[in-house]
């Protein structure tokens, strides 16, 4: 069984590191600084989930600190919009802003489900708080595919949209 739980480990870190080495080539790709900020986050925010995964991997008790990835990312929109930037986003990147949108959703269904199979409490209840994670990065995955895909209507409704939703499984 140990071993079992040590592949687990290894996948999640694996997934974790791809995701975040997709969110640095996404972020070198987009001409806006505004985006390259938001997905450089996300990066930092999966090298986070990387080594809390390395740390129950090593059998220490891992450090699990909530940021305000959301919030910030609204703040960052906010500022885009009060920027006279303009947005040219061609087909190919509206296309990799999905796909990492859909690694965003297979890494928190992948959560949920080790979360359900471990037997340890503790690994159970960071599993859990990583599937939290996963979503609010999906829903602020899918604010940017919606910004991409309409930049202006989103620029200029930034105060009404709501990332909630998406966490909240509304939308």
Known sequence: MKKQTMD?????????????????RLSRKTASKGLASI????????????????????????TIVETDVLGNAMLIFKKMRESAESFNVEVTELELYEKARDIEKKSRQFYLEKADQVTDASHREIFKKLAAEEQKHLALLQGIRDFVAKPRWFLENAEIYRFDDYVDGVL
């Open 8 to 24: 687990i480990f290894q996948f999640a870190m694996d997934m974790e590191k791809a995701s975040e080495d997709h969110y640095r």
């Open 39 to 62: 997905l450089t986050m996300l990066a930092d925010e999966e090298n986070k989930h990387f080594k809390i995964v390395q740390q129950m991997k090593q059998q220490t008790v891992p």
